[in-house]
């Protein structure tokens, strides 16, 4: 069976080690492109990992990400990919748009709203899928997303906070094709922990299942 490949596009989100580091941990020998640049999206790559803050993608930028959902390519959305109001700039983070990017939301499967403080909370496992096989709940420090998802994504964890409702963590949203989304990923702390790192890896072996 061929290496997949596996493109990842980085933006703004935290400082550190990319997400790239986990990926690469259960990649078994696959080929893993790590690139800062949007217009990589028109290559061929058999999961894109995304990781950018960014709601200005050019026409052709967006077409090129849509068709590659829609013709069987995974998606993996990490941490910051739900906010889809916002642009990354080299020196802040500058809100482009009053609603989130309607194509964006509809491959994601849902939005950043806010979060508090970063802090420290549980996930809890709530549903059975090969993204989270062999994951047990566990305590994170990381940003507490708040999100928004549709009706029809498959929620797959939840987070228990003491402030916060149980907004969700990791989803599934097979009405755009092989997309999974996990909102953590700020902190180092987080890309530290074994049990996000398994979710991570889980999440692009099963994205990469459909190319």
């Known amino acids: 069976m061929p290496a997949t490949r596996r493109g990842y596009r980085r933006g703004y989100g935290r400082g550190g080690s990319p997400p790239g580091d986990g990926i690469r941990d259960r990649s078994r020998g696959d080929e893993v492109t790590v690139t800062t640049d949007r217009d990589a999206l028109t290559g061929t790559y058999d999961v894109l990992v ?19 959902a ?3 390519g995974g998606y993996v959305g990490v941490h910051c990919a739900s906010d889809l109001t916002s642009t990354y700039d080299p020196d802040d983070l500058i809100d482009s748009r009053e609603e989130p990017f309607p194509e964006l939301r509809e491959l ?9 403080e970063q802090s420290e ?62 909102s953590l990923g700020h902190t180092d702390e987080a890309f530290e922990t074994d049990a996000f790192r398994r979710v991570l890896g889980n999440a692009v072996s099963w994205a990469a299942e459909g190319a």
Do not use: C, K
């Open 50 to 68: 995304d990781y950018l803050t960014d709601s200005t993608l050019t026409d052709a930028q967006l077409d090129a990400l849509l068709s590659h």
């Open 108 to 116: 994601v499967g849902g939005h950043f709203l806010t979060h508090p």
């Open 121 to 182: 909370f549980t996930v809890e496992i709530t549903g059975e899928h090969p993204v989270v096989a062999g994951v047990a709940d566990f305590s994170v420090f990381d940003e507490p997303y708040q999100v928004a998802v549709d009706d029809d994504v498959r929620v797959l964890a939840r987070m228990d906070h003491p402030d916060l409702d149980a907004y969700p963590v990791v989803w599934t949203n097979e009405s755009a094709g092989r997309v999974a989304y996990v």
């Open 70 to 72: 829609e013709a069987g």
